[in-house]
């Protein structure tokens, strides 16, 4: 990851090379493909990333673009292309006036702009649940999406129950079929904590208290509790208005890691601490006797939303896969790192949140200033080994998503479905990866009409979650 952000259009890298917007929406039926597509493999990939329709005012930050979804719907061994903007009301607002009307993170709040401070991008995430694809943003409400089309229904408020923000990474217990989110602000309460019923119906939301705001993107289930992260990149408009920078990894302060049972709340959420770090994403969270375990990729520090080039720490923005355990009889912390090579965008396969797992999956990082992935890699994490699939010279690709092979009984028996961008040729591909055997080449690559830039998170819909959408 980066902290090199650079406020002039033309040199900034955010604009340029593959992290640069495309202007089209295109829809494309007949895709050229080299290998095999499973024919068992059925369903549609869809991505969500920054892709800003106007020219940004002041500095631009990756994080800051108007949301893109490109989708590839897989079939009888064929696959199809399409992209769509997520419509939200700033889209619009930004559509009609024909330039951008907000700044983003690395500006001070615009307190005086009419249609409001910020925008809600819905740039960030995806996550189906109860029949309904929605788009996440941290920063406000989820956006229903149809699909396969992509179009955008609207802002999604579980029938005007929502009160809070909500987190770009809910997440959906496998079992029960609940949903389990989080909103973080600036004002009091600082966090709030949801539970969506297996059909979709907002039951309950509960504020837990913080010492100060904190910039919290995500958290963790497992099967009787929810763990928050209260971790030192703390938000201050005042310190924004001074001119100093909003977001600010503050050393002194250590980790805390609140574990609340599913239905608790404040009056009984337990809070260990631990080193100072920052998580961006969790792997998973399980139980194992009276401990609750969490795996994560962990930074020392970070300077990703700030504005300082030259960190102290020499592995800031550095993330690893680390593990904790929270003893919750003797109220002790244990902290390890399983795996040195730095890596971010971990996934599992989703039929396991919450429960143990023996496998996980995240995106290798290239030896780049820029937050670039050159390969994937798989954990063992009973034998603590890893395996690795490399993406070839000059070729990036992002977080990759499992699509579990339907009926299958082996937690690794599936694919892996990425974007992968060629810079010597300048094509993008959605490259597929046998999840029981990463070093080898992938299964099959697809051909995609048009640049996919760089994006953020996925996720598989299943041909039967097609049918009832």
């Known amino acids: 990851m980066t902290s090199n952000i650079i406020s002039s259009t033309a040199v900034n890298p955010y604009l340029n090379g593959n992290f640069a917007p ?100 819905g740039n960030t995430a995806l996550i189906w649940h109860g029949g309904q ?41 496998p079992v029960t079929g609940e949903m389990m989110f989080f909103g973080y602000s600036f004002a009091p309460p600082y966090l709030q904590y949801s539970i969506v019923s297996a059909v979709g119906e907002l039951l309950q939301t509960v504020p837990i208290d913080l010492p100060v705001p904190v910039m919290m993107h995500d958290f963790a289930i497992t099967k009787n509790y929810s763990i928050f992260l209260d971790l030192p ?30 239905y608790g709340n404040n009056s009984n959420i337990r809070w260990f601490e631990s080193s100072p770090c920052y998580i961006f994403h969790v792997l998973n969270a ?25 960190p102290t720490d020499p592995d800031a923005n550095i993330p690893r896969l680390h593990e904790w355990r929270f003893n919750l009889r003797t109220g002790t912390v244990r902290e390890q790192q399983l795996n040195d090579v730095p890596a971010e965008f971990p996934r599992i396969n989703e039929s396991f949140v919450g429960l143990p797992t023996r496998y996980g999956y995240a995106g290798k990082m290239a030896n780049s200033p820029l937050p670039l992935f050159d390969g994937l890699i798989k ?18 690709g992002g977080e990759a998503v499992f699509a579990p092979r339907p009926g299958a009984t082996a937690e690794d028996d599936g694919w892996l479905i990425t974007f992968v961008y060629d810079e010597g040729s300048g094509t993008s591909e959605l490259v597929i990866v046998n999840a029981q055997d990463v070093s080898s080449k992938p299964v099959a690559r697809v051909i995609i009409p048009q640049r996919v830039p760089y994006g953020f998170h996925g996720t598989w819909i299943s041909e039967a979650q097609l049918k009832v959408s």
């Not at 989820?142 to 770009?168: C, R």
């Not at 924004?240 to 609140?258: I, K, T, V, W």
């Not at 009276?290 to 080039?309: G, H, K, P």
Request: aromatic letters at 10%; glycine letters at 10%.
């Open 22 to 121: 495309v202007r089209e929406e295109i829809a494309t039926d007949t895709l050229q493909v080299f290998g095999e597509l499973p024919l068992d493999l059925s369903g549609m990939f869809v991505r969500n990333g920054p892709n800003p329709q106007w020219p940004p005012i002041g500095k631009y930050h990756w994080f800051d673009g108007d949301g893109m979804l490109h989708g590839v719907q897989i079939s009888e061994g064929k696959a199809t292309y399409r992209n769509r903007y997520v419509q939200t009301r700033g889209w619009k607002i930004e559509q009609e006036a024909g330039k951008a009307i907000w700044s983003g993170f690395l500006e001070p709040p615009q307190m005086d702009n009419p249609h409001g401070a910020y925008k809600n991008t």
């Open 379 to 396: 954990y063992d994490l009973n034998s603590g080994k890893a395996q690795t699939h490399e993406y070839g010279q000059g070729r990036y």
């Open 286 to 310: 399980y139980e194992i006797g009276d401990e609750v375990v969490l795996i994560a990729c962990r930074m020392s520090s970070t300077t990703i939303l700030a504005t300082e080039e030259n």
């Open 233 to 262: 990149i703390t938000l201050s408009v005042e310190r924004a208005q001074r001119g100093e920078p909003m977001l600010m990894f503050e050393r002194d302060r250590p980790s805390r890691f609140g574990i609340v049972p599913r």
């Open 133 to 173: 694809m929605l788009a996440l943003n941290e920063g406000g409400a989820p956006h229903a999406i149809k699909v396969p089309q992509l179009e955008t229904i609207g802002e999604y408020t579980y029938n005007d129950k929502l009160v809070s923000a909500f987190t770009a990474h809910p997440k959906v217990d």
